[in-house]
């Protein structure tokens, strides 16, 4: 097996989750093989595996002839547990009417083309036009978030939840997110991330899902990443997922 990582042009991992990645696949026993901006992924396999930042990982897949996932962002058997009011829209709508900030908005179909935001104000606003396009977006009420954590998921079990923001004393609701995973689980990729946090008032909602073969690692520990990512890989592929061999 072989797993692609992302290397700098001065010959190291290009960033923390490349080198974290490199460790796990290492210690699986697979071959790395580094590719630069310079020097992307060609002529490789399709259950080869693609590491990288997210621009890199897609034109991976492209290379390897695979197709890019469609965003997750908020799939409808977790509305239940958003608890918060969501609706499509498109960013000039949103501008538009200031009536109806503040509002927190993000693509729908492509959530590197800006950062989820919260709409209070015009300036909140730079960045997220373009001039080619009316972008579609999410709408949703605004959620102060206490704290916030990313659980990995691989093959429906949770390998870990990282906090990434807020208050390290706060802690959500095992309960919830189990809840939570049950009905998300008929649909769900092999690998994905839940987000889910904290409110002040002690409530555990669900933030967001996002998809496994591109996510930064937040802290998982190496083994566990590469198996992450060699689970979502497989599946996309439709090959054999040789990370529990």
């Known amino acids: 097996m072989r797993a692609h990582i992302h290397f700098d042009i001065q010959g190291w991992p290009q960033s923390v989750n490349n080198y974290l990645a490199l460790d796990g696949f290492q210690q699986m026993g697979w071959e790395i093989v580094p590719y630069t901006d310079a020097t992307p992924v060609r002529d490789a396999a399709p259950d080869e595996i693609v590491v990288g930042h997210i621009a890199a990982v897609r034109a991976g897949l492209r290379a390897l002839g695979l197709a890019v996932p469609a965003e997750l962002g908020y799939p409808e058997a977790l509305h239940p547990y958003l608890r918060r009011r969501l609706w499509p829209s498109t960013i000039n709508t949103v501008a538009a009417h200031p009536e109806s900030w503040p509002v927190f908005v993000k693509p729908i179909h492509d959530a590197k083309k800006f950062t989820g935001v919260l709409v209070r104000r015009v300036g909140d606003l730079v960045g997220c036009g373009d001039q080619h396009q009316d972008t579609p977006v999410w709408c949703a009420e ?42 998300y689980a008929p649909e769900a990729p092999a690998a994905f991330a839940l987000d889910v946090g904290v409110t002040a008032a002690g409530a555990t909602l669900v933030v967001e899902v996002n998809d496994g073969y591109a996510l930064g690692a937040y802290g998982l520990m190496p083994l566990a990443y590469a198996k992450f990512l060699s689970a979502r890989w497989a599946q996309l592929s439709g090959t054999q997922d040789y990370a529990d061999f």
């Open 142 to 183: 605004p959620v102060q978030f206490w704290a916030e954590w990313r659980c990995f998921v691989r093959y429906g079990r949770i390998l870990d939840a990282r906090p990434y923001k807020g208050d390290w004393r706060a802690h959500f609701d095992p309960a919830v997110v189990e809840a939570a995973l049950a009905a």
